[in-house]
């Protein structure tokens, strides 16, 4: 995927640097920190790190999570950083949303029509091994992120980082390095 969204090549380059040498850093804060969206922040990491796959891809990307069993969703904004953990329900179009919902503390009214990217990323964060899917909308910011969750001793669970690899590769291809 293209760096599209701002910034000169300057300014991304020493992101791009930055990143090569500490790609552990919270994506939104470094976003702030370089005045461009977190999806360019995810732009700049290592291409190990990081693929992308379309937006029009999120409803099947959300049923395929739905079966991954309890996962940890966040949704970080300038004023809050939420996370729940729990199985994401599978959900269906209706009325102009995905809606998800049902026997989970997860459930809400997803405007998937506005996910314009599909970032999965693999990469060291607070000292330890972190999947993720990170939805972004046409401004490049995060709607949400689904992490692969941890087993008992705070490893990535191996069933879902198998899942979530597949699904990468599925969608973006094998990834280099």
């Known amino acids: 995927m293209n760096i599209s969204h701002e910034t000169s090549g300057n300014a991304l380059e020493t992101l791009r640097t ?24 995810v732009e700049c990491l290592p291409a190990a790190h990081r693929s992308f796959a379309a937006g029009s891809e999120a409803e099947r990307v959300l049923l395929e999570i739905s079966a991954w069993g309890s996962v ?79 087993d008992e001793k705070r490893a990535l669970r191996a069933d879902q980082l198998q899942f979530f690899t597949q699904l990468r590769e599925q969608l973006c291809g094998e990834i280099a390095g």
Do not use: W
């Not at 607070?126 to 972004?136: K, T």
């Open 18 to 41: 930055l990143l090569a040498s500490n790609p552990s850093g919270v994506l939104e804060t470094l976003a702030a920190e370089h005045a461009v969206s977190t999806q360019t922040v």
């Open 72 to 150: 940890t969703v966040l949704v970080h904004t300038p004023d809050l950083i939420l996370e729940c953990k729990g199985p994401l329900p599978a959900g269906r179009c209706a009325h102009g949303y995905y809606n998800i919902g049902g026997g989970s503390p997860l459930s809400g009214h997803l405007r998937l029509d506005r996910c314009a990217a599909i970032a999965f990323v693999r990469r060291p964060f607070m000292g330890a091994d972190s999947c993720s899917v990170n939805f972004f909308n046409a401004a490049g910011e995060a709607m949400f992120k689904v992490f692969v969750g941890r």
